[in-house]
């Protein structure tokens, strides 16, 4: 199967994961593509298993004598929360002109290169877009996708020298879960990259560290015809808390190393609100910083109104997989020589979000990220530039070579 096909296949299948969920997968219906996966690699003749928590599993032994490093390549099938991934109905533009791109009259859903402009990197290329009303799926169904291919290719090119390679197909990776019951020894791997960033050519080797964070506070309600100096209403309690953060500090005016607070979601009434915020920041002394800050508001709204008005609840999520990918640089390097012998200019850039990849780093298996060619994520704008998913599979044979001739 090509490419192409392989990803419009997988679009087809609603793995929206859901971050108030109490199972794993989050979501009942990523069960079906995680079951499509598993079956795939069962086809091609590859050995797999996928267990009761979604996770899929194959592995392709080598078929040189050298002894080489085992390889992983890791991506997660489950697509955002932030929009619908139902009823997908995705559209090739054939040789983008550089054009603005209508996607729906009805909802005056416009892709306009001058606001887009990643759009420029996509001219004379074949691009797919949605209808505007749903995201696409290319985070992560073009990795996903690419890695089949890749499989498929090892499976019907028996001569193709190589060495263990494992692949890892994950759920919730959306909303932060992606390897909570990972079992790291499965994947019996010395090092991986996960498919996992925007643009081809990317390697990314540094992430935010991050925390969530929940903010309860706790009003007094008083019928508000009798309210003087009695009602604290805890709405405006804490949009006075929210103010007492650094305002430059949000996701609007934050970019490449510049950390954030993202107030994301809120819910309240008179008597109760609650906040939920995400923390994160590149740099773990500023993290650290940031953390403080919100303890610091909350005691200078609890001393101002003289009773536990506001509490604080931090939790870290994840961290900077660059402090453990150091010592482990030549995998980067790698990547690096494949992305140069591809035709591209390896492009170097923080991730501004987390990976599978960070997490499993930290649990002791080295995994940088790489580009797949999907831009816009987590929206109607989503596209995927099927010209730079066909450089990214020649990228991951590339890299596959050299480590067979470590």
Same mark, same amino acid.
């Given at each position: 199967?090509?490419?192409v ?9 609603d793995t ?5 969920s ?9 069960w ?13 003749g590859v050995?797999? $298993? ?5 996770y899929? =599993?194959g592995?392709? +032994? !080598?078929n040189? %004598? ?5 390889l ?10 932030d929009?619908s991934?139902?009823n ?9 002109d550089?054009?603005?791109i209508?996607l ?13 402009k990643?759009?420029?990197r996509?001219i004379?290329?074949d691009?797919?877009v ?7 799926g ?11 291919t ?28 992606? $390897?909570k019951?990972?079992d790291i020894?499965k =994947?019996?791997?010395? +090092? !991986?990259?996960t %498919?996992?960033?925007?643009?081809v050519g ?20 008083v ?11 805890s ?10 953060l ?5 996701p ?11 107030l ?16 994160r920041n ?5 993290f650290?910083?940031q ?15 003289g009773?536990?008005a506001?509490e ?7 961290y ?5 990918l ?7 390097d790698?990547?690096?020589e494949?992305i140069?012998e591809?035709?591209l200019?390896p492009i ?5 979000g987390g ?5 499993l780093?930290f649990?002791?298996?080295?995994c ?6 999907g831009y816009?994520y ?8 099927i010209?730079?998913m ?14 067979a001739?470590?």
């Open positions: 199967m090509k490419l096909e392989r990803f419009l296949e997988y679009v087809k299948y929206q994961s859901k971050p108030e109490n199972t794993y997968p989050s979501t009942d219906k990523q079906h593509l995680a079951r499509k996966l598993f079956a795939d690699l069962k086809t091609m050995q797999s $298993t996928i267990d009761e928590y979604g899929v =599993i592995t392709i +032994f !080598g040189t %004598l050298k002894k080489t490093p085992k992983a390549f890791i991506a997660h099938y489950d697509t955002s929360p929009a991934g139902e997908i109905k995705p559209r090739i533009i054939h040789k983008y550089g054009l603005k209508i729906n009259n009805e909802n005056d859903c416009i892709m306009d290169p001058a606001i887009f990643t759009l420029s996509g004379n290329h691009l797919i949605t209808d505007g009303s749903t995201l696409l290319a985070d992560d169904k073009a990795g996903v996708a690419e890695i089949m890749i499989v498929e290719f090892l499976t019907v090119n028996p001569s193709f020298p190589h060495g263990d390679i494992t692949v890892v197909f994950t759920p919730d990776e959306e909303v932060g879960n992606g $390897t019951y990972l020894s =994947i019996n791997a010395d +090092f !991986g990259y %498919l996992d960033g925007s643009c990317e390697i990314a080797f540094e992430n935010f560290n991050a925390a969530s964070v929940v903010v309860t506070i706790n009003g007094k309600s019928h508000p015809g009798s309210a003087k100096n009695m009602m604290i209403n709405i405006s309690v804490a949009c006075e808390f929210d103010c007492l650094p305002q430059l500090m949000r609007e005016a934050t970019e490449k190393y510049e950390g954030f607070n993202h994301h979601g809120i819910n309240g009434v008179c008597e109760k609100t609650t906040m939920a915020y995400l923390i590149h740099d773990k002394n500023i650290e910083r953390k403080q800050d919100f303890h610091n508001a909350a005691d200078f709204i609890n001393k101002k109104y009773y536990t506001c604080i609840n931090i939790e870290d999520s994840y900077n997989m660059r402090d453990k150091e010592a482990s640089m030549y995998i980067v790698i990547a690096k494949a140069v591809a035709g200019e170097i850039e923080p991730i501004r990976t599978d990849g960070a997490r780093t649990l002791g298996l080295p940088p990220n790489l580009g797949t060619g816009n987590h929206g109607p704008f989503e596209y995927a530039d010209n730079e066909m450089i990214s599979v020649e990228i991951v044979k590339k890299i596959i070579s050299k480590v001739n470590l």
